[in-house]
């Protein structure tokens, strides 16, 4: 693979990136806020924080190295399957694209002249994408999807652990509850940018969620409160 990152590529390693850090930003802030609940203790609510911080960042990177590295294993595995079949019944594959171009709506003739030209150009990345729904040369590479994760999980973690440490304990809490509701509104949107989805509930569900996991561990804190 060319140490190039295509396009593709680059926007798989956007999206781990943006996921780390609001996996990190909602992750601490559940811890943080939980402790806070607990107890006052400064040190305590930091090094809580530092220890989710550290467990968060090592789990997102091997999650995501072990995600994307399954995910090209079955994609080589689909490449190498398609070989074959192009080798023994190159018809039958030409026929299965030009029939889903069919089933689209597309006139019967010009999906056959479409499928002509493609399969005459490209066989092998043309019945991939259409079969598979990816493109032979997009693999995400596992190592920088980890990396992405190692390094934004820690940064998206900061916002959290710096609120809730640095700020006047009387607001700690609440101010650190909106810090993060709207460090959330801004990695749902980018999510959705990256995938090209509605920015609007993907900010909502993204706050909804930030804000159920702190109010539910502020809550479990308080229990223990001493």
Same mark, same amino acid.
């Given at each position: %693979? ?11 390693? %956007? ?18 806020? =939980? ?16 220890? =989710? %911080? ?5 789990? %997102? ?61 490209? @066989? *092998? ?10 493109? @032979?040369?997009?693999?995400?590479? !596992? ?16 916002? !959290?652990? #710096? #609120?809730?440490?640095? &700020? !006047? ?5 609440? #101010? ?6 709207? #460090? ?9 940018? &990256? =995938? ?15 804000? *159920? ?14």
């Amino acid at each position: %693979m060319s140490k190039k990152l295509s396009l593709a590529q680059k926007i798989n390693v %956007m999206r781990a990136s943006v996921m780390g850090a609001n996996d990190g930003i909602l992750s601490v802030a559940g811890i943080v806020i =939980g402790v806070a609940g607990a107890t006052s203790n400064s040190f305590a609510i930091f090094i809580s924080g530092i220890a =989710g %911080m550290i467990a968060g960042t090592i789990s %997102m990177a091997m999650g995501e190295y072990v995600s994307v590295s399954t995910q090209k294993d079955a994609q080589e595995m689909a490449i190498i399957n398609t070989k074959l079949n192009l080798n023994s019944n190159y018809a039958s594959q030409m026929a299965f694209v030009r029939q889903k171009y069919v089933n689209t709506g597309i006139d019967p003739e010009l999906a056959n002249r479409a499928t002509h030209e493609m399969m005459t150009a490209d @066989p *092998l990345t043309t019945v991939v994408r259409e079969k598979y729904g990816f493109v @032979p040369t997009a693999f995400t590479s !596992p190592y920088a999807a980890a990396v992405a994760s190692f390094i934004s999980f820690p940064i998206g973690s900061i916002l !959290p652990l #710096a #609120a809730i440490t640095l &700020l !006047p304990q009387t607001i700690r809490v609440q #101010a650190t509850i909106i810090a993060v509701m709207i #460090a959330l509104a801004l990695t749902g949107y980018s999510a959705a940018a &990256l =995938g090209k989805a509605n920015r609007s509930k993907a900010m909502l569900r993204n706050v909804i969620s930030g804000l *159920l996991t702190m109010v539910v561990t502020y809550a479990i804190g308080t229990l223990f409160k001493q």
